[in-house]
């Protein structure tokens, strides 16, 4: 295997709160309340719709899709859920620093070295690149063909980062390491806080299907554990696996994801629009004390399709991939 190269999850589709508007020649986060799923293809229009999106809005209430039957890839609520502080490179996309809170691994000039973490909120470095907390979470929608293929969630959201953290691992907990064959709902809640000036702020969550009890829905899935288990599927092995292959390489994003990271995670450094997609809570210390990111931009065939910056502009970036705030 060639080293050096992180293998993630197989992505079939994409899922977003809010979406990427073309205006003129520029693309712009617009604010949604409701999720979106798109496969991995963009037209001149965005991203193109997955037949799954069309399937749900129509069942769902007013068309709003927001509530979304979904499974988990594995039983680990870390290979599930993969959250980091991280940095990115807005002229390329290339992550500079990845962090967990305690070590953190930094792009340099003799390298990449390993160095202590404080977090964004204590790190000058952080505040200088615009690191944020970001998550990717990797579920199965019911519907899809591909067994071991799924959707992926990026978010910068605190919110739905420490909300999703906690059900998966209660999730894990309760259900005795079963958690890949819990029925589960993707939802999209929302809440006001004084942050953000009581207007609703979006976040997501992950429940039980509305026609499940807990007790139901664990022994559902021990008894569909069993049964896979004498069918032959070896679920351990699948996630040592997992977890070797994402341990091979110092980051997860390769080049081929550079165009989606500018759009997601740093649109309020390329437009003065809000922030759409995975966004949702700013973090406490970036909400209260507003500092200027200043990693350059350097225009390219990339950024000139994304909007201009403000040169009064003082907002730290936020990502695109998330709820308006949640």
Request: charged content about 25%; proline content about 6%.
């Amino acid at each position: 295997m060639i080293k050096g190269l992180a293998i993630t999850p197989p992505v079939i589709g994409r899922i977003s709160i809010g979406h990427l508007v073309q205006k003129g020649e520029k693309w712009v986060p617009e604010k949604d309340d409701s999720f979106t799923l798109t496969t991995q293809v963009q037209g001149r229009n965005g991203w193109v719709l997955h037949p799954l999106h069309q399937q749900y809005s129509e069942q769902a209430a007013n068309g709003k899709l927001r509530a979304i039957p979904v499974r988990l890839l594995f039983n680990d609520s870390e290979l599930n859920l993969r959250a980091e502080y991280s940095a990115f490179d807005r002229s390329t996309g290339r992550p500079v620093c990845v962090g967990n809170g305690e070590t953190a691994r930094r792009v340099t000039a003799e390298g990449l070295d390993e160095m202590a973490c404080p977090g964004p909120d204590r790190c000058p470095f952080a505040k200088q690149a615009g690191c944020k907390l970001y998550g990717r979470l990797n579920v199965q929608v019911d519907g899809q063909q591909d067994e071991l293929g799924s959707f992926i969630f990026r978010t910068t959201g605190y919110n739905s980062v420490r909300t999703l953290a906690a059900r998966l691992r209660y999730f894990e907990a309760v259900s005795g390491q079963a958690t890949r064959y819990l029925p589960l709902l993707l939802r999209l809640r929302a809440k006001s806080t004084t942050l953000s000036y009581r207007t609703p702020v979006y976040y997501v969550d992950l429940t039980l299907r509305d026609d499940s009890t807990l007790a139901q829905s664990v022994q559902a899935a021990r008894q569909e554990a069993e049964r896979q288990q004498e069918a032959g599927v070896d679920t351990e092995a699948l996630e040592a696996m997992a977890r070797a292959l994402l341990g091979n390489g110092q980051f997860e994003e390769t080049e081929e994801d550079i165009p989606q990271m500018l759009e997601e995670f740093y649109p309020e450094a390329e437009t003065d629009n809000p922030p759409a997609q995975t966004c949702d809570m700013a973090s406490p210390a970036t909400a209260a004390v507003k500092t200027k990111a200043t990693t350059p931009i350097r225009q390219s065939r990339l950024t000139s399709k994304l909007g201009s910056a403000s040169p009064t502009s003082n907002q730290p970036p936020s990502t695109a991939t998330a709820a308006s705030h949640g």
